[in-house]
């Protein structure tokens, strides 16, 4: 598999603030890839940087073996780019801004039109083709972000928290979009805060905190390296919580204790319940659930040390 | 998908001059205005062109008719409609420009996140610089034409010179759209936007639209002849009036520069801006 963008110690300062603090790694052709993390974790510097339009601080980046501050429109001319804010442009049709954005890469009338058409499709805009950008919903302008994005036949495309903002049936929409892209064989890089998302869209992910990467591999390898398979999540009401925190420590393989509830992390769930309703205690509510990698995160920012 | 268009589209600027900056396509964002401009709010438009048609009707044929006719350099006499038909042609071409290339540009960059957008693409900032100016100034082109069409059957326009009115008002609409492009991009807040007007009104009214520069001490004179609309004004009279001489040459000279530092500021402003 060749790699196409390639980081190595790859860091950016700002002043003395360190928002990406000498990361590396390698996204290979063909795969999806996420940056997962929480606000301010350097998600979006990341993708500015391998996107030429953020200059790194130090460290080495190459994408497509090219560095994107000697060869910034080659690069772009390589790229997708979804940014976190839409940027469309207001003034335009959705048509207009599909037209004009493949101007700027150069690509002919000839060449646009039919491509115009097929991405109206794909993004399901074809009723709204020549209504002003400003009318449409959240999830249509993300929609036609994207296809904007595509108008060039990017290798890869970017996607900066696609789906914020977004409702859940909006969300499932556009996950189908970017599936159907994969298949297509278009490179995918996309950053979430979004622990479901990563899951369903990405093959392998890195997960961020403070300019950090805390981990990488795929999301079932991260579940199983970092959690238990289940956890079983008991509410015994704000104020009591705690005190039940130590008697079922030992119980389980780990255990965190949240504002509203605890989690028991253990390979079976529903054994578990039975075995604390019948030592005497009773949560008001209380959940099975699979691990996912909301649970990795836990483990994996520090809250974890509690244990 | 291979990017095969795009990419390769690219590719072939690898070792021209200024790859880093400029793809060879002004005409890309040039065509996005045009695209914007048809739904755009005419009448906006349209009071650019009638200001100075305003007052050349008020103040040439108004107040001209109080004081007669004006004595030129060579010591002919012109009427005062003609003295300053001139100016407001050069003030009417400076107003397009600007109007573009200052509160649309500062929009563009604050607001709409337009030029982000755009230089995401494999454009550079000199192409999204020159096709805003270009656009910019093409406005400028058309009040001087307007203008233009308005002042000849009117007599103001004495001599073929005059034609070349409107290549000088080009030059002059590029100076400013370049230059005020240039400004506008160091621009932090709508107050400081307000800089620019408060510095165009008076230029427009000192500059020797509407009497010779000598009723001011020498110090004044000088300091006018520092700012570009004296130039351009000066420039368009020496043509609409005939009086060729080499000073016309310095004029031109004045506004190439103008140009050129224009350019290289907003280049390297939204260089700044967008892609570091
Ligand atoms: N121009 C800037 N000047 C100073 N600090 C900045 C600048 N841009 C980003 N930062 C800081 O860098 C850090 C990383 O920002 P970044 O936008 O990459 O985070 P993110 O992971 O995308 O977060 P979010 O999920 O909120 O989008 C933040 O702490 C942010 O405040
Ligand atoms: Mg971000």
Redesign the interface.
């Given at each position: 598999m060749t790699s196409l963008i390639s980081a190595r110690s790859l860091t950016k300062t700002y002043g003395d603030f360190v928002a990406v603090d000498q990361i590396n790694f390698e996204v290979l052709k063909g795969e999806s890839f996420g940056l997962l993390g929480p606000n301010g974790a350097g998600k979006s510097t990341i993708m500015r940087m391998i996107?030429?339009?953020?200059?790194r601080s130090s460290g080495e980046l190459a994408v497509l073996g090219k560095d994107p501050e000697?060869?910034?429109?080659?690069i772009?001319?390589?790229?997708g780019?979804v940014?976190q804010?839409d940027?469309?442009?207001?003034?335009?049709t959705v048509r207009?801004n599909l037209?004009?954005?493949g101007?700027?890469?150069?690509?002919?009338k000839k060449?646009l039109t039919p491509k115009i058409q097929e991405l109206l499709e794909f993004a399901q805009l074809e009723e709204k083709r020549d209504v002003?950008v400003e009318a449409l919903s959240g999830g249509m302008k993300r929609r036609l972000t994207i296809a904007r994005a595509l108008v060039?036949?990017?290798?890869i495309l970017m996607l900066d928290e696609p789906t914020t903002g977004l409702d859940p049936q909006a969300r499932h929409i556009l996950w189908d979009r970017l599936f159907r892209l994969k298949e297509?064989?278009?490179t995918l890089l996309l950053t979430t805060h979004f622990m479901d998302e990563a899951e369903q869209l990405c093959q392998r992910l890195i997960v961020m905190d403070k300019g950090k990467i805390m981990a990488e591999d795929s999301p079932a390898e991260l579940i199983r390296k970092y959690v238990t398979k289940e956890v079983l999540e008991l509410r015994f009401g704000s104020d009591k919580n705690s005190q039940f925190v130590d008697q079922l420590r030992q119980k389980c393989d780990r255990i965190e204790q949240l504002p509203d509830r605890i989690l028991l992390y253990t390979n079976d769930g529903e054994t578990l319940l039975t075995e604390i309703v019948g030592s005497g205690l009773h949560p008001i509510t209380s959940l099975v659930r699979r691990s996912s990698l909301e649970d990795v995160f836990l483990r994996l920012t520090g809250r974890s040390l509690i244990e | 998908m291979i990017a095969k268009g795009a990419v390769a589209i690219a590719e072939g600027r690898i070792g021209k001059p200024l790859e880093k900056y400029y793809a060879g396509r002004t005409r890309a964002p040039l065509q996005r205005s045009f695209i914007a401009f048809k739904s755009s709010a005419w009448l906006v438009v349209l009071s650019g062109f009638v200001e100075p048609v305003l007052y050349l009707f008020s103040f040439g044929f108004g107040v001209g008719a109080l004081i007669g006719g004006i004595t030129a350099a060579d010591g002919s006499t012109i009427s005062y409609a003609a003295y300053i038909a001139p100016g407001l042609l050069a003030t009417s071409a400076m107003n397009g420009a600007i109007y573009d290339s200052t509160w649309n540009v500062f929009w563009k960059i604050n607001e709409s996140k337009l030029y982000q957008g755009m230089l995401a693409t494999s454009l550079g900032p000199l192409d999204v610089a020159l096709g805003e100016i270009a656009w910019a100034l093409l406005r400028g082109l058309m009040y001087a034409i307007g203008f233009m069409i308005v002042v000849t059957p009117l007599g103001l326009i004495e001599n073929w010179w005059g034609l070349l009115a409107i290549p000088a008002a080009v030059l002059i609409a590029f100076g400013f759209a370049s230059f005020g492009m240039a400004a506008t991009s160091y621009m932090k807040s709508f107050q400081q936007m307000n800089y620019i007007n408060m510095f165009m009104l008076p230029m427009f009214l000192f500059s020797g639209s509407f009497f010779p520069l000598t009723v001011y001490p020498e110090i004044v004179q000088w300091f006018i002849k520092i700012l570009p609309l004296w130039h351009g004004i000066s420039l368009i009279r020496g043509l609409t009036l005939g009086q060729i001489d080499s000073s016309i040459l310095g004029h031109v000279l004045y506004f190439i520069v103008m140009i050129a530092l224009g350019l290289w500021f907003t280049t390297k402003r939204l260089n700044a801006l967008f892609l570091r």
């Open positions: 996107g030429a339009t953020l200059q000697k060869f910034g429109p080659q772009r001319a390589h790229l780019v940014p804010q940027n469309l442009d207001s003034e335009l207009e037209y004009i954005y101007r700027y890469f150069g690509l002919s060449f002003k060039s036949e990017p290798e297509l064989g278009v | -």
